[in-house]
C-alpha cells in the first residue's frame, strides 16, 4: 500500500469518527473500552461484536466493518448501556445512528440483523398508520416479509382465543399527532423511517 492510499484511508476513518459523533452527539473518543456496557447488555450474547468493540470501530474509524456488524441492528435499545457507561457516552444512540448510517447507505442488515430490520419497519408502519401497534397486523406483515410465514402462529392462536390480541386494529382520537411525529422524525433524518 502506497503512502498516499494510508494517508488518505486514516483521513476518511476520521470522517467517519467525526460524523458518527457529530450525528449522535457523543463523545467517542471518550470511551476507553472499561467493557461496563457489553457487561450490561441483555442482548450481548445474541451479538456478533460486543457493544464496547463497537464503539472501538466507530472511534477507528471502520465504518465498512461497523455498518456490516449484527450487533447494530440487535440492540434492544434499551439504554442500559448507557446508564452504566461512566464516561455519559450514550452508546445506544450511537447504535441507531449506526444503524440509520447503514440504512442511508443501503447496507443491508446482516444475518438476524434482517429479521429485526423489517420487524422495526413494520412496527413502525403500524404506529403510523393506527396511532398505536396492531399487533396481528404487525406481526403478519413481518411474518410475509421475512418469509417465517408460519412463525409464532400458535401463541397468536393462544392469544386470540384468550382474548389478547384483536383482528382489527383500534385507532387512536388525534392521529393527526401522531403525524406531525413521524413528518418531523423523517425530516429530522433525511428520508424515510
Not at 456496557?37 to 464503539?55: E, H, I, Q, R, W
Not at 448507557?82 to 447504535?95: F, I, S
Request: charged share 25%; hydrophobic share 40%.
Amino acid at each position: 500500500m502506497s503512502s498516499y492510499n494510508l494517508t488518505e484511508s486514516l483521513r476518511q476513518n476520521g470522517e467517519f469518527k467525526a460524523l458518527v459523533g457529530k450525528l449522535s452527539g457523543q463523545p467517542l473518543s471518550q470511551c476507553y473500552q472499561c467493557g461496563k456496557c457489553t457487561a450490561g447488555c441483555p442482548v450481548s450474547f445474541a451479538m456478533d461484536v460486543a457493544p464496547n468493540k463497537v464503539l472501538r470501530m466507530a472511534q477507528a474509524g471502520l465504518k465498512n466493518e461497523v455498518l456490516r456488524c449484527q450487533s447494530i441492528w440487535i440492540c434492544a435499545s434499551c439504554s442500559t448501556c448507557t446508564a452504566r457507561c461512566p464516561e455519559g457516552v450514550d452508546v445506544a444512540r450511537v447504535m441507531e445512528v449506526l444503524r440509520i448510517m447503514a440504512g442511508k447507505e443501503g447496507i443491508p442488515a446482516p444475518g438476524r440483523g434482517k429479521d429485526v430490520s423489517i420487524f422495526n419497519s413494520a412496527f413502525l408502519r403500524s404506529v403510523r398508520r393506527n396511532g398505536r401497534m396492531f399487533e396481528a397486523g404487525t406481526m403478519a406483515a413481518f411474518n410475509i416479509k421475512s418469509l417465517h410465514l408460519l412463525r409464532e402462529a400458535t401463541t397468536g392462536m393462544h392469544m386470540f382465543i384468550k382474548g389478547k390480541l384483536r383482528l382489527l386494529p383500534e385507532r387512536i382520537k388525534n392521529k393527526k399527532e401522531i403525524d406531525s411525529i413521524f413528518t418531523a422524525a423523517v425530516k429530522e433524518r433525511g428520508g424515510e423511517l
